[in-house]
């Protein structure tokens, strides 16, 4: 079935480094994409979104990239901070819907 | 910060008990979901509605009901709750042509 799925249940980054955490997605037909960032006890938070137009999006701290030849979307955290400790997950929305797929999630974890 | 609550964040119960758990935004969205979050992360869509008196079952089968009797209000029912209920709840909410969610924090209920 269709369905978004990230590369990695879990990431290790030393603090300060950039982050990147990758995401596949099998529906060619979708036309937006959201990452949400999901802290411990809360729920997910909007992060950055891209449309299917676009190929990168750039946020505070954080790039969105969309690659639609190999359907893949990858989430860039620079200079991560032990803030940045949560659950990733990117999701998908197909045209003319607006329920999200969420895929997997990735655990970001932090390193001194 | 959301305007999207859930009541209550976390609850023990004991098997066979009926449970409602508590979802209100305070935003004037009309669509409104429930997501159960397994161990593993994953988000499973469970109920949806579209609008008051509107309500439709989700990708993952529930033996949870909802209801929507007021735009702002859209509680979920267990009428006899078991140990594989035990999970993480999560409502959302978004407004008509806003393609993107508000999450609440969830309520993680345990039935023992």
């Known amino acids: 079935g269709e369905s978004v799925g990230l590369h990695l249940p879990t990431l290790s980054v030393q603090e300060g480094d950039n982050s990147i955490i990758n995401c596949a997605y099998s529906?060619?037909?979708?036309?937006?994409f959201i990452w949400y960032k999901q802290e411990s006890g809360k729920g997910p938070q909007f992060i950055i979104d891209i449309r299917s137009n676009m190929d990168k999006r750039q946020g505070q701290r954080v790039t969105v990239l969309l690659n639609k030849t190999v359907k893949h979307l990858s989430l860039q955290i620079a200079a991560t901070q032990p803030g940045d400790s949560a659950v990733y997950f990117c999701a998908e929305i197909h045209p003319g819907d607006d329920k999200i797929i969420f895929g997997k999630g990735t655990r970001l974890h932090i390193l001194p | 910060e959301a305007d999207i609550y859930q009541t209550p964040r976390y609850l023990v119960i004991g098997t066979g008990k009926k449970i409602t758990l508590e979802c209100s935004q305070t935003?004037?969205?009309?669509?409104m979901y429930w997501y159960q979050q397994d161990p593993g992360m994953e988000l499973h869509l469970i109920h949806y509605?579209?609008?008051?008196?509107?309500?439709e079952k989700g990708d993952l089968s529930s033996e949870s009901t909802v209801s929507r009797i007021r735009t702002e209000h859209f509680p979920l029912t267990l009428e006899s709750a078991r140990p594989s209920h035990t999970s993480q709840y999560l409502c959302a909410s978004s407004e008509s042509g806003v393609r993107g969610y508000t999450f609440g924090s969830g309520t993680r209920l345990t039935v023992v």
């Open positions: 935003m004037g969205h009309d669509k």
């Open positions: 509605s579209y609008g008051v008196n509107s309500t």
């Open positions: 529906n060619s037909a979708s036309d937006y």
